[in-house]
C-alpha cells in the first residue's frame, strides 16, 4: 500500500529567505563526494544535484575549493579557474530549470590537508603550525605552516575571487566555510589558534579573519547572495574551543553588522533540539535567517520549525540516501539507508546518483 499524505508538515511550509521563495524548508546540506576529478566539477554532478532538487528548493554544493592550497581530499571541486567556472554552468543550469534556488559553499582546507594535495608538495597553511592526526586513510595529516600576517590579506582575496566566480558561474550565492575544523575555524577556535599577532589570543582577534572574509566577500556579490556556515560546539578535525557558546554569540553578534542572508550552525552530530549544546541563543542574536543541522531526523526538524528555533533545516546523509527526501518526508514514507562505504569514492554513479526514489 503506498504512503498517504499526510497534512502539511512544519518542514514543508514556504519560507522567504531574503529575495528567494522556498517552498519548504528542507535544505541540502554541503557533502564532499569527490567526484571531481582532477578539482573539475563532472557532468555526473548534474544528476546528482538536479536528483536532489525541487521547485523552490534550497541546494548547498560540497565544499568547493577556493585556490590549489585549499583541498583537503582527492577530487574535491574548486572555483578558482576559468575552467572549474566554465564546468559549473552547466550543472548551476541544471538545478535552476528544476526551480531550485542553488548555492556554492567555498572553502579552504588549511591544515586538514597532506603534501600530495598542495602544490609542489608544500605543507597545509594553516593559522598554527600545530599537526592534526590522524588523518586521510588513516594517516597523518601533514604538518601545516602558520600563515605569515602578511599572507592573511591574499587569503581573504583569494575567498572573494571565489565568490565571484560562483556568481559567474551562475550561482545564485555562497556558503562561507568556517566549520568542521577548515581554515577559518582553526584561526577562531582557542585550542588550535596559539597566534601572537592580530588574528590570535583573544576572542576578538581569533574572529577576525572569518570577519574580513565575509565582509570582503559581501562587499564583492552583496549580503543579500551570502551565508556563512559555522559549527562552535563540534570538535571536528581538532577544532576545539574552551568557550564554543561564546564563540557562536559573538560571530552571531558580528555578522549582524554585514547583513548576511543567513547563518547556518551545526550540532554535534546526534544532538538536535534537545541538546545541552544549544544553539538557541546564537538564533536569538542573529537577524537574518537561521540554518540549523547535524543529525536531524524528520521529526527533530519538524520540532524545530514548529517551536521557531530555527528557520530551515539542512539534511546531509538522509539527503544523499534519498534524494527525494522532501517527498518522503511528506508522505512519511520509508528511508533508503546511507552507505558510508561509498561517501567519497570516485565512482559516478555508485553511492551517488544510484540511490533509488519513491514508487509512488
Known amino acids: 500500500m503506498a504512503p498517504v499524505k499526510e497534512a502539511t ?9 531574503g529575495k528567494f521563495n522556498l517552498s519548504h524548508r528542507i535544505v541540502l546540506a554541503p557533502l564532499t563526494r569527490c567526484r571531481s576529478y582532477n578539482n573539475i566539477p563532472q557532468p555526473h554532478a548534474a544528476l546528482y544535484y538536479t536528483q536532489r532538487a525541487t521547485n523552490g528548493g534550497f541546494l548547498i554544493t560540497e565544499a568547493t575549493g577556493i585556490s590549489p592550497t585549499a583541498q583537503s581530499y582527492p577530487d ?50 594553516s593559522s598554527t603550525d600545530k599537526g592534526l592526526t590522524p588523518g586521510l586513510e588513516g594517516q597523518d595529516w601533514s604538518p601545516p605552516r602558520r ?65 574580513e572574509v565575509v565582509e570582503a566577500v559581501v562587499s564583492e556579490i552583496g549580503a543579500d547572495k551570502v551565508g556563512i556556515r559555522l559549527s562552535p560546539y563540534s570538535n571536528s578535525m581538532e577544532a576545539v574551543d574552551s568557550n564554543p557558546e561564546a564563540l557562536g554569540l559573538y560571530m552571531a553578534n558580528a555578522l549582524n553588522k554585514f547583513s548576511i542572508l543567513y547563518l547556518h550552525v551545526i550540532h554535534p552530530r546526534g544532538n538536535t533540539v534537545k541538546s545541552p549544546c544549544s544553539l538557541l541563543p546564537m538564533r ?18 519538524n520540532m524545530a520549525i514548529a517551536d521557531n528555533y530555527a528557520d530551515l533545516v539542512a ?17 512519511n514514507a520509508p528511508l533508503n539507508t546511507y552507505d558510508e562505504s561509498t561517501f567519497n569514492i570516485s565512482d559516478p554513479v555508485i553511492g551517488y546518483t544510484d540511490y533509488p526514489f519513491l514508487e509512488v
Open 147 to 211: 600563515l605569515r600576517t602578511d599572507e592573511i590579506t591574499n587569503i581573504v582575496n583569494d575567498f572573494r575571487l571565489a565568490a565571484s566566480n560562483a556568481i559567474d558561474a551562475g550561482f545564485d550565492g555562497v556558503e562561507i566555510h568556517g566549520a568542521y575544523g577548515k581554515l577559518i575555524e582553526q584561526f577562531m577556535k582557542d585550542e588550535v589558534n596559539d597566534r601572537t599577532d592580530q588574528y590570535g589570543g583573544s576572542l576578538e582577534n581569533q574572529c577576525r579573519f572569518a570577519l
Open 76 to 125: 574535491v571541486p574548486g572555483i578558482w579557474t576559468k575552467e572549474q567556472v566554465n564546468a559549473w554552468k552547466p550543472i548551476v543550469e541544471a538545478v535552476h530549470k528544476k526551480g531550485a534556488i542553488f548555492f556554492c559553499q567555498i572553502s579552504h582546507a588549511g591544515r586538514a590537508s597532506h603534501y600530495a594535495l598542495q602544490p609542489d608538495g608544500e605543507a597545509p597553511i
Open 9 to 17: 508538515i512544519p518542514l514543508l511550509t514556504p519560507y522567504k529567505m
Open 315 to 331: 539534511y546531509g546523509r538522509l539527503f544523499l540516501a534519498n534524494p527525494d527526501l522532501p517527498r518522503r518526508f511528506e508522505l
Open 284 to 301: 536569538k542574536t542573529f537577524k537574518g535567517s537561521y540554518i540549523v543541522g547535524g543529525g536531524y531526523k524528520r521529526e527533530d526538524g
